[in-house]
Nanobody, 115 residues
Framework: QVQLVESGGGLVQAGGSLRLSCAASGSIFRFNVMGWYRQGTGNQRELVATITRGGITTYGDSVKGRFTISRDNAKNTVYLQMNRLKPEDTTVYLC?????????WGQGTQVTVSS
């Protein structure tokens, strides 16, 4: 069993920055992809960013150039540095880990950007 615990969400003014963290514990396999998604309209989850264990990254179009994903494999932790935040970035951000046979999600952390 894997547990993902997010932290770092909060309230920030537009143009500000936040750093999210997601710490994984449990049966962590050697090869995994970790990422951040955010709650969209309805039950849709929008890709924010993903990173492989080797450091290959992908980003959603709406955050390219503003957000940076990174990871510390020794700590089984993934980070999301969010800069130049906009009110439309307001939502719940969720951490995701993809293993060869299954996927795990964290509970989410709220990010609120005031205008």
């Amino acid at each position: 069993q894997v547990q993902l615990v997010e932290s770092g969400g909060g309230l920030v003014q537009a143009g500000g920055s936040l750093r999210l963290s997601c710490a994984a514990s449990g049966s962590i396999f050697r090869f995994n992809v970790m990422g951040w998604y955010r709650q969209g309209t309805g039950n849709q989850r929008e890709l924010v960013a993903t990173i492989t264990r080797g450091g290959i990254t992908t980003y959603g179009d709406s955050v390219k150039g503003r957000f940076t994903i990174s990871r510390d494999n020794a700590k089984n932790t993934v980070y999301l540095q969010m800069n130049r935040l906009k009110p439309e970035d307001t939502t719940v951000y969720l951490c995701k880990m993809v293993l060869p046979s299954t996927t795990y999600w964290g509970q989410g952390t709220q990010v609120t950007v005031s205008s």
